[in-house]
C-alpha cells in the first residue's frame, strides 16, 4: 500500500477508530471534495505519532460525511458533492480491501450532509444535518442484521455541523443508562437562534426518546467530540474546538456524563472547524479542520489521565521521492 504524502490539508473529514487504527475518510481540501481513505494505527511510545497507509479511495468524493464502524466494516455516510446532499452509502472491510458499490447498501431515507452519527446496540444513528433546503432535527437508524432503515424520535432542536457521541452513566440505584449524545450545532432557519447552539441532548438507547441536558458553556458549531475515561472509571465527553459564530475556536469543554455537568478541558495547540476525533486507548485524536484560513494538515492527541494534549503532529508520512530530494 502506498504512503500518504506529508501536507495533505483536509476538513470535513470522517474518522472511525476500528481495531488498533483510525481511518480517515474523505473530505475536502482546496481542490474540492475528496475520495481518500487513509488509515492511521498510533504508536503506543508517547514520542512518535504513529504509522499511515494510503487505502483504496472511495467511488464518490464525500466532504462533511459520517464515517461509523459497523460491526467489521467502515461506513461513509452521505456527506456532499459538488454541492448536492447525499443520502448515499459505501462500505468498506479493512480486512478485505474493497469498497462496496453505494447501491449494494440501503440509501438513508433523507440526503443530509453536515449531519452526525454513532452506534448504539449495534444499529447506526444519523441525526440531523442539512438536506440541501433546511437543518433538520429527524433521526434515523440502520439495522445491520435486517438491512433496512427506520425513523426514531426527533430531536427537541433542529441542528446541522453538530457533534454526537455514545456514552453511559450507573445512576444512584447502580442502573445503567446508554446514551447517544447530540451536542451544539447551527440552525440556519431560526432567525432568532443563536449563530451557533449550546443546546445539548441525549438518545436514551432504552426508552428510544431525547431528553434535554445542560447546555454548553458556550455554543459550538463544526466541533468534534469524543468519550474518554478517567482513573475512576467515570465517563467524559471532550468537545474541542469548532466555531461560537465569530471566531474558531482552539479551546475545550469536557461534559461529566454521570453528573450532568460542564467544566473547562486544555485548549488544542491549533484552532480547528470541522475537523473530527476519534477515541483510540483511551486518548481522543484530532484530525484536520479548518483554522480559519486552512485547512490544516496536522493532528493532537489528548491524554485524560495526563490531563494535556501532546506535540502538534503532522498528517500522513512523505513518500520516498520526498525523502530522497529532502536529503540529497
Not at 445503567?176 to 449550546?198: F, V
Not at 496536522?298 to 513518500?319: A, H
Request: glycine content about 12%.
Amino acid at each position: 500500500m502506498a504512503s500518504m504524502r506529508e501536507g495533505i490539508g483536509r476538513a470535513g473529514l470522517g474518522a472511525v477508530s476500528h481495531g488498533d487504527a483510525i481511518f480517515l475518510v474523505g473530505g475536502h481540501n482546496s481542490a474540492g471534495p475528496l475520495r481518500k481513505l487513509e488509515r492511521f494505527v498510533p504508536d503506543p511510545g508517547k514520542t512518535r505519532g504513529g504509522t499511515w497507509d494510503a487505502l483504496p479511495d472511495m467511488l464518490a468524493r464525500r466532504s462533511y460525511l459520517a464515517a461509523v464502524g459497523v460491526a467489521s466494516r467502515i461506513f461513509a455516510v452521505g456527506g456532499s458533492a459538488d454541492g448536492r446532499a447525499l443520502n448515499t452509502i459505501e462500505s468498506f472491510c479493512p480486512s478485505g480491501v474493497e469498497w462496496e458499490h453505494w447501491f449494494q447498501m440501503p440509501p438513508m431515507q433523507t440526503k443530509r450532509t453536515l449531519h452526525a452519527a454513532a452506534m448504539g446496540q449495534d444499529t447506526l444513528f444519523v441525526t440531523g444535518g442539512f438536506d440541501g433546503t433546511r437543518d433538520m432535527a429527524t433521526t434515523e437508524c440502520y439495522d445491520p442484521a435486517t438491512n433496512t432503515w427506520k425513523w426514531k424520535d426527533v430531536m427537541n432542536v433542529k441542528r446541522s455541523y453538530h457533534a454526537m457521541c455514545p456514552a453511559s452513566y450507573v445512576d444512584e440505584r447502580g442502573e445503567r443508562h446508554s446514551c447517544l449524545y447530540s451536542l451544539g450545532g447551527q440552525n440556519r432557519l431560526d432567525e432568532h437562534g443563536l449563530r451557533a447552539l449550546d443546546s445539548v441532548e441525549a438518545f436514551d438507547l432504552h426508552s428510544e426518546r431525547w431528553y434535554d441536558k445542560a447546555p454548553l458553556p458556550e455554543g459550538r458549531l463544526g466541533a468534534a467530540a469524543g468519550t474518554l475515561v478517567d482513573a475512576l472509571g467515570e465517563e467524559w465527553i471532550y468537545v474541542c474546538g469548532g466555531s461560537n459564530g465569530d471566531e474558531t475556536l482552539c479551546t475545550a469543554v469536557r461534559y461529566h456524563v454521570r453528573t450532568n455537568g460542564w467544566s473547562d478541558a486544555p485548549p488544542m495547540a491549533k484552532q480547528r472547524l470541522g475537523h473530527v476525533a476519534a477515541v483510540q486507548g483511551n486518548k481522543l485524536y484530532v484530525f484536520g479542520g479548518f483554522d480559519g484560513t486552512e485547512a490544516l494538515d496536522t493532528f493532537e492527541v489528548f491524554d485524560p489521565i495526563e490531563g494535556c494534549w501532546g506535540s502538534l503532529l503532522k498528517m500522513g508520512v512523505r513518500d520516498e521521492a520526498d525523502l530522497e530530494a529532502r536529503d540529497a
